[in-house]
Nanobody
Framework: QVQLVEFGGGWVQPGGSLTLSCVASGFPFSTYAMNWYHQAPGKQREVVAR????????QYDNAVRGRFAISRDDAKNTVFLQMNSLKTEDTGVYYC???????WGQGTQVTVSS
């Protein structure tokens, strides 16, 4: 049974930092590229970061490049999203996803406000 479980969200003031984690099980995690998606209130889910299976290729949406960092630990079947210099527009639910699959987590809420 495939499972993706995100955690690490919460409330933070603008300029603050959070680290999200996503623990995967039930599929060969190390062979999949992994994505982090952001769904802002009232908007569609959009990919903000992607990491290749071996971690050598990192891709970011322009809105987060230079502020967010994606990484993975294949020994722990975990993908991370380090979020720095957070802005109010980063507010929303963050989901992890195995690239090109319908494997999704339940999401974790991030709220950036003063």
């Amino acid at each position: 049974q495939v499972q993706l479980v995100e955690f690490g969200g919460g409330w933070v003031q603008p300029g603050g930092s959070l680290t999200l984690s996503c623990v995967a099980s039930g599929f060969p995690f190390s062979t999949y590229a992994m994505n982090w998606y952001h769904q802002a209130p009232g908007k569609q889910r959009e990919v903000v970061a992607r990491i290749s299976p071996n971690g050598s290729i990192l891709q970011y949406d322009n809105a987060v490049r230079g502020r967010f960092a994606i990484s993975r630990d294949d020994a722990k079947n975990t993908v991370f999203l380090q979020m720095n210099s957070l802005k109010t527009e980063d507010t929303g639910v963050y989901y992890c996803n195995a690239h090109t699959t319908d494997y999704w987590g339940q999401g974790t809420q991030v709220t950036v406000s003063s």
